[in-house]
């Protein structure tokens, strides 16, 4: 099976194309989609943001998801959330995410922040391996998706794997109009 124009390969026999959080999630999982149906492939990572990675590699917009980290805030506590949508749409951050968090207030979170508390690379963030805590909200074009490209953690590789794999994480729930379309410019 292949990634676009990639030669991809198991995740499991490829755990230094995932970042640490994001192979031990593998080494544990569970779901009911079978960890062999999970590929990576290996790609340059200058070109692991979304535009250039299909355009260079031959993958669909709309076969490639966007997973965003979110700092949520509500009377003095803070956390952090994930997002996933399709790369052909935003996340309705200040609407849906925010009242599905119950946050007062809601922002990305900073790159910084965001590497450390995922341990991943920025340009290279998955739900896959995330800490267990998190809240993982993910569009229901997302999960229906037969297969659907997302970070590994590194920006050196990408993941493709079933959208239903990404429904069964821990934490996550499938939610309608999550992603909104990008308008054309």
Do not use: Q
């Amino acid at each position: 099976m292949n990634i676009g124009n990639l030669v991809a390969e198991p995740v499991a026999a490829r755990p230094d194309l995932l970042a640490p959080p994001v192979a031990a999630a593998f080494e544990t999982w569970n779901g009911r989609t079978p960890v062999a149906e999970c590929i990576v492939a290996e790609i340059d990572p200058g070109l692991a943001d979304t535009a250039a990675f299909c355009e260079r590699y031959d993958v669909r917009l709309d076969r490639s998801a966007n997973c965003v980290l979110l700092a949520a805030r509500r009377e003095g506590r803070s956390w952090y959330a994930a997002c996933v949508v399709l790369a052909t749409t935003r996340v309705d951050v200040n609407g849906l995410a925010k009242r599905r968090l119950g946050a007062s207030k809601i922002s990305f979170a900073p790159m910084d922040d965001a590497t450390a508390a995922s341990a991943m690379e920025f340009g290279g963030i998955t739900p896959i391996g995330l800490p267990p805590d998190w809240p993982i909200l993910i569009d229901d074009a997302v999960a229906a998706a037969e297969r659907v490209i997302v970070g590994s953690g590194l920006r050196r590789s990408k993941i493709s794997l079933p959208g239903a794999a990404l429904a069964e994480l821990r934490n996550a729930v499938v939610l309608s109009a999550l992603g909104r379309p990008i308008a054309p410019v």
